[in-house]
């Protein structure tokens, strides 16, 4: 893989939560893991069918960055103002780059 690919910059958040200072209440909230340079890839779009029995189609882009262990299932991408839920991380190439599945959140 070409460095010079990865020309899209996303960042990945990670899922919080934390105290109010003020109310002692619990708030939830996203919180930057991590910034890092991708290439992007639309994929095929992914069906589901909801419980009003309708096909939804849902647009799922592959993200290749350099591999970075802190990045886990459980978070999410911004990239251009929009929001992505990661599907699946797949390593390749030993643990030097890394492909993510995500599809665009409503």
Known sequence: ?????????????????TRSATTG????SWTERVQLWAQIKASESGGDVNAGMQMQFKQRFTFKTRYD????PEDRILWEGKTYKILNIAEIDRRMYMIILAELTQ
Request: aromatic share 4%; glycine share 4%.
């Open 69 to 72: 262990s802190s990045v886990i």
């Open 25 to 28: 209440e619990a708030v939830k």
């Open 1 to 17: 893989m070409n460095a010079g690919n990865l020309d899209e910059l996303i960042t990945v958040q990670e899922f919080s939560t």
